[in-house]
């Protein structure tokens, strides 16, 4: 909201000063420069300030030839850090700064999800021109049609899954790949299923070329899961579909969790225990993403 402007009008007797040869000098000199230089007047905004014409795609690493995960050597510790190699910069104390905040303002108190979040370079998942806000919690565009989740989603969707060292996981829409690379500082395994084949090999490049190794990816239909590496201990589904699948639902694992948001035009983030005897359902809080469809499921926000 913009402020009323306020002030004293000039001293009456100041206007019946007399100026002196010297004074009008100077003004007289004033006047020349502000004429010469360009306008920095309201209607002339900073070159800076304005956005970039077109939202820019991600760079990508060269082309590999093999593009699976090696996994002919181990797999690192699951608190381990990837190597990535940083810009320079101080990416590293505003993502200290974006988790204090993660745990004073949301409530986020499970340090190993904040030790994941802190590891995960955040400003590698979206296009250079936006990295100086990759921190703040807000979600940015990635182009095409795509965003990044705020910090602040990613943070408690993560929490609520509840994953351990030991786990197992099912990613039902990879995006940038960034929450895929926060899951892989918690658990064992993450698998994780995108619907668009030019978003999948985005992510499939970007998380090999920072060393996550413990993921695998594959273009598909979320709607069926991934039923050769089932039963999964968590199932995270990133975009929301009318109903929970029965497919998605069929392999979690007994004891397992699935955190999803639910609904139509409006959802629920639900936190799903299934047991022996049927489905525990939470509701979180409302939320508002991409709709999860049959027929169209390529836009949102990972």
Same mark, same amino acid.
């Given at each position: 909201?913009? =402020?009323?402007?306020?002030?004293?009008?000039?001293?009456? %007797?100041a206007?019946? =000063?007399?100026?002196?040869?010297?004074?009008?000098a100077?003004?007289?000199?004033?006047?020349?420069?502000?004429?010469?230089?360009?306008?920095?007047g309201?209607?002339?905004?900073?070159?800076?300030?304005?956005?970039? /014409? %077109?939202?820019?795609?991600?760079?990508?690493?060269?082309?590999?030839?093999?593009?699976r995960?090696?996994?002919?050597?181990?797999?690192? $510790?699951?608190?381990?850090?990837?190597?990535?190699v940083?810009?320079?910069?101080?990416?590293?104390?505003?993502?200290?700064r974006?988790?204090?905040?993660? %745990?004073?303002?949301?409530?986020?108190?499970?340090?190993?999800?904040?030790?994941a979040?802190?590891?995960?370079?955040?400003?590698?998942?979206?296009?250079?021109?936006?990295?100086?806000?990759?921190?703040?919690?807000?979600?940015?565009?990635?182009?095409?049609?795509q965003?990044?989740?705020?910090?602040?989603?990613?943070?408690?969707?993560?929490?609520?899954?509840?994953?351990?060292?030991?786990?197992?996981?099912?990613?039902?829409?990879?995006?940038?790949?960034?929450? $895929?690379a926060?899951?892989?500082?918690? /658990? =064992?395994?993450?698998?994780?299923?995108?619907?668009?084949a030019?978003?999948?090999?985005?992510?499939?490049?970007?998380?090999?070329?920072?060393?996550?190794?413990?993921v695998?990816?594959?273009?598909?239909?979320?709607?069926?899961?991934?039923?050769?590496?089932a039963?999964?201990?968590?199932?995270?589904? $990133?975009?929301?579909p009318?109903?929970?699948?029965?497919?998605?639902?069929?392999?979690?694992?007994?004891?397992?969790?699935?955190v999803?948001?639910?609904?139509?035009?409006?959802?629920?983030? =639900?936190?799903?225990t299934?047991? /022996?005897d049927?489905?525990?359902?939470?509701?979180?809080?409302?939320?508002?993403?991409p709709?999860?469809?049959?027929?169209?499921?390529?836009?949102?926000?990972?």
């Open positions: 909201m913009s =402020r009323a402007r306020t002030g004293r009008g000039p001293d009456p %007797a206007r019946r =000063r007399r100026i002196g040869p010297a004074a009008l100077l003004a007289l000199a004033g006047a020349a420069l502000a004429l010469a230089l360009p306008s920095i309201p209607d002339a905004a900073p070159a800076a300030a304005a956005g970039p /014409a %077109a939202q820019p795609e991600l760079p990508l690493p060269p082309v590999q030839q093999n593009l995960p090696d996994t002919s050597r181990p797999a690192p $510790t699951v608190f381990d850090p990837p190597p990535p940083e810009p320079p910069g101080d990416y590293g104390e505003r993502r200290r974006m988790c204090d905040r993660l %745990a004073r303002e949301h409530d986020i108190g499970r340090p190993e999800v904040l030790r979040m802190a590891e995960v370079p955040r400003h590698l998942f979206v296009p250079e021109a936006y990295r100086d806000q990759a921190y703040e919690d807000m979600p940015l565009s990635t182009g095409g049609g965003s990044v989740y705020q910090p602040y989603i990613v943070a408690l969707m993560t929490s609520l899954a509840d994953l351990g060292p030991d786990d197992v996981v099912l990613e039902i829409g990879t995006g940038s790949g960034y929450h $895929t926060v899951l892989s500082r918690l /658990a =064992r395994r993450v698998y994780s299923i995108e619907i668009s030019p978003i999948a090999e985005r992510a499939r490049r970007r998380l090999a070329s920072l060393g996550y190794r413990n695998e990816l594959r273009v598909g239909d979320g709607y069926e899961g991934w039923a050769e590496h039963p999964f201990d968590a199932i995270i589904l $990133t975009a929301a009318p109903h929970l699948p029965q497919p998605l639902i069929d392999q979690l694992k007994v004891g397992g969790r699935m999803a948001p639910v609904g139509e035009y409006f959802q629920d983030l =639900r936190v799903v299934k047991t /022996a049927g489905l525990e359902t939470s509701s979180v809080i409302p939320v508002r993403v709709p999860m469809t049959r027929a169209e499921r390529e836009g949102g926000a990972r």
